[in-house]
């Protein structure tokens, strides 16, 4: 069964930037396109970007221009580089298989002060 554990987040302040990973453990991670997603507080969980399995990444409008995701498919790990960070990018974030999700992971908090 697939395992994700997701790392790098912290506090930071607005306009900083900060690389999350995540780590996908038993599956066959280079087959599957990967993704990230945040629940804020209060909010559902939703999707900020995808990879697929050339490596071309899809990212949803708020995180054009200031998300970059990429993956190493040796070390099967996915990215996420934020840059420009506001205060309303702070949610816990997650990544899962795109298509075929499976069990979530803790998440990694992000937390971006104004």
């Known amino acids: 069964q697939v395992q994700f554990v997701e790392s790098g987040g912290g506090l930071v302040q607005a306009g900083g930037s900060l690389t999350l990973s995540c780590i996908a453990a038993?599956?066959?991670?280079?087959?599957?396109?990967m993704a990230w997603y945040r629940q804020a507080p209060g909010k559902q969980r939703e999707l900020v970007a995808h990879?697929?399995?050339?490596?071309?990444?899809t990212y949803v409008d708020f995180a054009k221009g200031r998300f970059i995701i990429s993956r190493n498919n040796v070390k099967n790990t996915v990215y996420l580089q934020m840059n420009s960070l506001r205060p309303e990018d702070t949610a816990v974030y997650y990544c899962?298989?795109?298509?075929?999700?499976?069990?979530w992971g803790q998440g990694t908090q992000v937390t971006v002060s104004s």
């Open positions: 899962n298989r795109l298509t075929i999700p499976g069990a």
């Open positions: 990879i697929n399995i050339a490596n071309m990444p």
């Open positions: 038993g599956s066959t991670f280079s087959r599957n396109p």
